[in-house]
């Protein structure tokens, strides 16, 4: 006789950020809030964090004044999603997210090695769901740059959404941002 399904709660946003509040978790904790389910994160590697700080670096640059590069910072998603990319872009200064986390980036990034197979499926599927007009995986397994956009509905997706166009580009190709179209950035640049 197959086992009954275990019994889980689903948070809300709100009741997640009143956790935090409330000092449940340890300094350090990486969870994030993925769809109502509270997610650990993968540790940090030298080779990962390099990558973050290389990616925040060239977005910083691409973007200049008027925006806000965020690293490992929440995004407030959804009613049920508050995820942590690696980076993230948002319109804006860093005192305008002073009392509640920015809900509309317009670049969301990802630096993966072993989380890759989870970025693809179920994050992807996470930011389509909630219309981020792009999505970037800097896939360090592969040395490429994953590059996702339209959002649009497909029931196959874990959140019944995905992207509809996905570019994969090497290391010697150039990418533009929808945010930041005028500037052409090396894929090399977002590699460690």
Same mark, same amino acid.
Do not use: C
């Given at each position: 006789?197959?086992?009954?399904?275990?019994?889980?709660?689903? %948070?809300? =946003?709100?009741? +997640?950020?009143?956790?935090?509040?409330?000092?449940?978790?340890?300094?350090?904790? /990486?969870?994030?809030?993925?769809?109502?389910?509270?997610?650990?994160?993968?540790?940090? !590697?030298?080779?990962?964090?390099? *990558?973050?700080?290389?990616? $925040?670096?060239?977005? !910083?640059?691409?973007?200049?004044?008027? %925006?806000?590069?965020?690293?490992?910072?929440?995004?407030?998603?959804?009613?049920?999603?508050?995820?942590?990319?690696?980076?993230?872009?948002? /319109?804006?200064?860093?005192? #305008?997210?002073?009392? !509640?986390?920015?809900? #509309?980036?317009?670049?969301?990034? $990802?630096?993966?090695?072993?989380?890759?197979?989870?970025? /693809? $499926?179920?994050?992807?599927?996470? +930011?389509?769901?909630?219309? /981020?007009?792009?999505? %970037?995986?800097?896939?360090?397994? #592969?040395?490429?740059? $994953?590059?996702?956009?339209?959002?649009?509905?497909?029931?196959? *997706?874990?959140?019944? %959404?995905?992207? *509809?166009?996905?570019?994969?580009?090497?290391?010697?190709? =150039?990418?533009?941002?929808?945010?930041?179209?005028?500037?052409?950035?090396?894929?090399?640049?977002?590699?460690?």
């Amino acid at each position: 006789m197959p086992e009954p399904p275990l019994p889980m709660k689903r %948070w809300k =946003r709100v009741e +997640y950020e009143r956790l935090v509040d409330r000092g449940i978790f340890e300094p350090g904790d /990486r969870i994030e809030l993925i769809d109502g389910l509270l997610l650990v994160s993968e540790p940090q !590697s030298s080779f990962h964090y390099t *990558a973050i700080q290389l990616v $925040e670096r060239v977005l !910083s640059r691409a973007f200049g004044d008027g %925006w806000t590069v965020r690293t490992q910072a929440p995004i407030a998603l959804d009613d049920a999603s508050e995820p942590e990319p690696d980076v993230a872009v948002v /319109r804006g200064e860093i005192r #305008d997210y002073a009392t !509640s986390h920015p809900a #509309d980036p317009v670049l969301v990034v $990802e630096v993966a090695v072993s989380s890759l197979t989870f970025d /693809r $499926e179920h994050k992807a599927s996470l +930011y389509a769901r909630a219309g /981020r007009p792009e999505y %970037w995986i800097v896939n360090l397994v #592969d040395r490429v740059l $994953e590059v996702r956009r339209e959002p649009a509905p497909e029931p196959s *997706a874990p959140y019944g %959404w995905d992207y *509809a166009v996905v570019d994969v580009l090497g290391q010697a190709e =150039r990418v533009s941002s929808l945010g930041a179209s005028a500037i052409q950035i090396p894929v090399v640049d977002l590699l460690p």
